[in-house]
C-alpha cells in the first residue's frame, strides 16, 4: 500500500522569502502525485499534480513542485511567499485504482 | 454549476442517534469519496464509490455507511453516533481522464457528538 511522509507539521516563513514544503512517498510503481491547499474553514484546492512527463510541475498561486524518483519526492515550492498563503497543505499520492492517500498536512505559516 | 454541495454545515448530535450527511454534485462524476479530517492526521478515506451502484470500504470505516443509488449523490450515514465520530467530514468527486484526473473537494461538514 502507498503512503506519503510530510516531514513538517508547522513552517514558518517571512512574507516574500522562498518556500519549501518537503513530501516523500512510498509506492512500488510510479505514482500519481497531488499538492492540495486548504485554507481556514474551507476544503481542500488542488495546487498540482504530476502524472507523468515533465518532472516539474507549474501549479496555480505561482507554486512549482518537483518529482524526484530516486528520492521518493514530490516537494512544493514558491519563491516568494504572501501572506495569503498561510494555509495547510497536504500532499498526497494515488495508484491506477485512483484510491489517494493523503498525508497529515503541513501548516504554513507566515510573518509579515 | 455548484460543484459539491454537503449539508449540513456543522451539527451537534447527542451520542447515540443517527444521522446522516449529505453530499451532491453537478458534474457527472463517476467517482466519489468521504473523508475524515482529524487535527494531525490528515484526511483518511472513509467510503469511497467508483460508480453509481456500487461502493467500497476505504481506511476507517466502521460506524459508517454510504449508499449510491445514482451519480449525483453519496450519503454518509452514521448509524449511532460515537464521540469520537466528531471531526470535519469532506466528501469529494474524481474527475476521471489521464490528463484530468482530479479530485474536487465539498466546502466540509463539521460534526460534534457528545
Known amino acids: 500500500a502507498q503512503s506519503v511522509t510530510q516531514p513538517d507539521i508547522h513552517i514558518t516563513v517571512s512574507e516574500g522569502a522562498s518556500l519549501e514544503l518537503r513530501c516523500n512517498y512510498s509506492?512500488?510503481?510510479?505514482?500519481?502525485l497531488f499538492w492540495y491547499v486548504q485554507s481556514p474553514g474551507q476544503g481542500l484546492q488542488l495546487l498540482l499534480k504530476?502524472?507523468?512527463?515533465?518532472?516539474l510541475v507549474q501549479g496555480i498561486k505561482g507554486f512549482e513542485a518537483e518529482f524526484k524518483r530516486s528520492q521518493s519526492s514530490f516537494n512544493l515550492r514558491k519563491p516568494s511567499v504572501h501572506w495569503s498563503d498561510a494555509a495547510e497543505y497536504f500532499c498526497?499520492?494515488?495508484?491506477?485504482?485512483?484510491?489517494?492517500?493523503f498525508g497529515r498536512g503541513t501548516s504554513l505559516i507566515v510573518h509579515p | 454549476i455548484a460543484g459539491i454541495t454537503q449539508a449540513p454545515t456543522s451539527q451537534i448530535l447527542a451520542a447515540g442517534r443517527r444521522m446522516t450527511l449529505r453530499c451532491t454534485q453537478d458534474m457527472r462524476h463517476n467517482a466519489m469519496y468521504w473523508y475524515r479530517q482529524d487535527l494531525g492526521l490528515g484526511l483518511r478515506l472513509i467510503h469511497y464509490?467508483?460508480?453509481?451502484?456500487?461502493?467500497g470500504k476505504g481506511e476507517v470505516p466502521d460506524g459508517y455507511s454510504v449508499s449510491r443509488a445514482n451519480t449525483d449523490d453519496f450519503p454518509l450515514t452514521l448509524a449511532s453516533a460515537v464521540p469520537s465520530q466528531t471531526s470535519v467530514y469532506f466528501c469529494?468527486?474524481?474527475?476521471?481522464?489521464?490528463?484530468?484526473?482530479?479530485?474536487?473537494f465539498g466546502p466540509g461538514t463539521r460534526l460534534t457528538v457528545l
Open positions: 504530476y502524472f507523468s512527463g515533465d518532472t
Open positions: 509506492y512500488g510503481a510510479t505514482p500519481y
Open positions: 498526497a499520492v494515488g495508484t491506477k485504482s485512483y484510491i489517494p492517500t
Open positions: 464509490s467508483n460508480t453509481a451502484g456500487t461502493t
Open positions: 469529494a468527486s474524481r474527475a476521471q481522464g489521464r490528463s484530468t484526473d482530479t479530485q474536487y
